[in-house]
Structures are given as structure tokens and as C-alpha cells.
T-cell receptor, first 112, second 110 residues
Framework: EAQVTQNPRYLITVTGKKLTVTCSQN?????MSWYRQDPGLGLRQIYY???????DKGDVPEGYKVSRKEKRNFPLILESPSPNQTSLYFC???????????FGSGTRLTVV | RKEVEQDPGPFNVPEGATVAFNCTYS??????FFWYRQDCRKEPKLLMS???SGNEDGRFTAQLNRASQYISLLIRDSKLSDSATYLC???????????FGGGTRLMVKP
């Protein structure tokens, strides 16, 4: 089944403890992207990648890192999480930007 | 001012009704446009791309007006299963920098 898989689905962590949210797609898509969704603010793009080793900032990149060492994987790294990064995170992939994105099921992160 | 604006609703309509949503975008450099559907606590799912010539997929019709910078979605013969939040999206950089509207909530009632 063609899909974007994120792990974990739920995570509660403490301020300052580094964490990684994994994202993997099995559709051989070139493009991948990370978003966060917050009440009243909607979905906002964090980072995107147009190919292996090619990443760029979205609207809200502060406090996040990404890497794209392989085509299928696009992990999101929070080096020192803070409570304002409590959010619902989505990873997405696309064969080409103009084709629209397929989203993963989301990761609900709580930083206390 | 938000870059992509939508009426949050909710739009409460009876089954079988026709309902239309509009969305405006502020960045005239936007290149690609989409409608996504999001059910409560779930991931957004691509409903359709939006083209200047207009496009139709079954009961759904999308239209883009670049001069006025607005996008529309028309749903005919509404079904209960159409109840969801509809997200308007404008994209830059060959469709890779996506800006989402806040969403319009639709509730279809029996």
C-alpha cells in the first residue's frame, strides 16, 4: 500500500530532551515536507526537500532540523524541544510539487 | 492579514444541497493551487488541484481566478460523508512551498 509513515503517533517529552520524528514514504517520491498544525493557526510548513541532500526552510523552521540522506526518509529533529513546539505534526510527500502531497497520519507531540 | 483566507464556517447544509466555498490568496506569485479535505484529527487528503480553466471531479468543481486571486470549490448533491474541513492551498516554488488557509468546516445533515 502506498503510504507515508510517521513514528511515533504520540509522544510526550520534557523540555530540552532531543527527539526525532521519523517519516518514510514507499512511493519513490522526490519531494517531502514537514508541517505543524495548531488551533487558530492552521497548517504551517516547517521544512521541505526537493531531492536527496536538498532541503529548504518553510514558514516556521526555527527550532527544527531535517535531513534527507535517502529518498524515502525525511526525519524531523528537535534538538532542544520547548513547550511552544507542542503541536500536531504531519509529514508529506509528492512525486512533483505541482501534483499535490500525500500526508502521513500525524504525530501528536507534547513538550512539558 | 493571512496569506490564504477562508470563511471558517461552519456551513450547515441538508443532504442533496449544493454548497460553495471561496478562498482568497494574497501572494500573486503563487503558482499552484489545491483543495484538501481534513476529517477531525486526521491527515489532510488531496481533493483536487485547481486550474484556471476550471476542473471537475464528479460532484466537485474547482475554479481559479488569478485576476481576483480567489479559488472556489463547489460541491453538488452533498452527502453526509462530505462533512469535513476543506482546506485551500496556494503554493510557490514549483508547488513545494505550501500555504494553507485556515479551513472551512462543512456539516451535511440528514
Amino acid at each position: 500500500e502506498a503510504q507515508v509513515t510517521q513514528n511515533p503517533r504520540y509522544l510526550i517529552t520534557v523540555t530540552g530532551k532531543k527527539l526525532t520524528v521519523t517519516c518514510s514514504q514507499n512511493m519513490n517520491h522526490e519531494y517531502m515536507s514537514w508541517y505543524r498544525q495548531d488551533p487558530g493557526l492552521g497548517l504551517r510548513q516547517i521544512y521541505y526537500s526537493m531531492n536527496v541532500e536538498v532541503t529548504d526552510k518553510g514558514d516556521v523552521p526555527e527550532g527544527y532540523k531535517v535531513s534527507r540522506k535517502e529518498k524515502r526518509n525525511f526525519p524531523l529533529i528537535l534538538e532542544s524541544p520547548s513547550p511552544n513546539q507542542t503541536s500536531l505534526y504531519f509529514c508529506a510527500s509528492s512525486p512533483a510539487g505541482g501534483a499535490g502531497y500525500t500526508f502521513g497520519s500525524g504525530t501528536r507531540l507534547t513538550v512539558v | 492579514r493571512k496569506e490564504v483566507e477562508q470563511d471558517p464556517g461552519p456551513f450547515n447544509v441538508p443532504e442533496g444541497a449544493t454548497v460553495a466555498f471561496n478562498c482568497t490568496y494574497s501572494n500573486s506569485a503563487s503558482q499552484s493551487f489545491f483543495w484538501y479535505r481534513q476529517d477531525c484529527r486526521k491527515e489532510p487528503k488531496l481533493l483536487m488541484s485547481v486550474y484556471s480553466s476550471g476542473n471537475e471531479d464528479g460532484r466537485f468543481t474547482a475554479q481559479l481566478n488569478r485576476a481576483s486571486q480567489y479559488i472556489s470549490l463547489l460541491i453538488r448533491d452533498s452527502k453526509l460523508s462530505d462533512s469535513a474541513t476543506y482546506l485551500c492551498v496556494a503554493a510557490l516554488n514549483a508547488g513545494n512551498m505550501l500555504t494553507f488557509g485556515g479551513g472551512t468546516r462543512l456539516m451535511v445533515k440528514p
